[in-house]
């Protein structure tokens, strides 16, 4: 083998372990996140994220709701804590989500949520790019449920 590929290989040979270790502890640190709910009475009141109210004629006929990040600057990412409030009879499953670009995200995990309780979920905005005021859509889908919640993702980017 000629020496420059013998080295070339061998500094892949190296790198992967660090890049298999880097890589598994991620998975780890995302499938072991603690899930806490609370009881919806004692949600934050401060304003801090948004609390969507889940009730049975949503999961039944879907809806809608407006989420608003303020003003940003251009490259911000900006994270907003997004409450789902259970209002139903029954546990609620969040299944998926679907976005209308990829510069929203929503952390969650497919755990069942009981009935009046709320998680917390992390609705991410990335503004690299955009500029002004922009309006972006997330569908949740549960389980069970023909129809997607809609939400309105508002934010004004400077």
């Known amino acids: 083998m000629k020496p420059m590929l013998r080295r070339a290989t061998m500094r892949i040979v190296a790198t992967l372990p660090i890049v298999l270790l880097l890589t598994a502890s991620a998975c780890i640190s995302h499938t072991t996140q603690q899930i806490e709910d609370r009881p919806i009475a004692e949600l934050p009141k401060n304003g801090k994220g948004s609390i969507i109210h889940i009730t049975d004629e949503m ?21 907003l804590p997004l409450w789902l409030a259970n209002e139903t009879e029954h546990p609620i499953v969040l299944s998926d989500y679907r976005r209308s670009c990829g510069c929203t995200t929503l ?3 497919a755990q069942p ?6 998680r917390q979920l992390p609705l991410t905005f990335d503004s690299r790019g955009e500029w002004g005021w922009q309006l972006k859509t997330v569908d949740l889908l549960f ?13 004004e980017v400077e």
């Open 59 to 79: 999961i039944e006929s879907g809806g809608s709701d407006t989420v608003r990040f303020g003003r940003l600057h251009s490259g911000e990412i900006a994270v």
């Open 107 to 109: 952390e969650f995990t």
């Open 143 to 155: 389980d069970g449920s023909k129809h997607s919640l809609r939400l309105f993702i508002e934010a």
């Open 113 to 118: 949520i009981p009935p009046n309780r709320a």
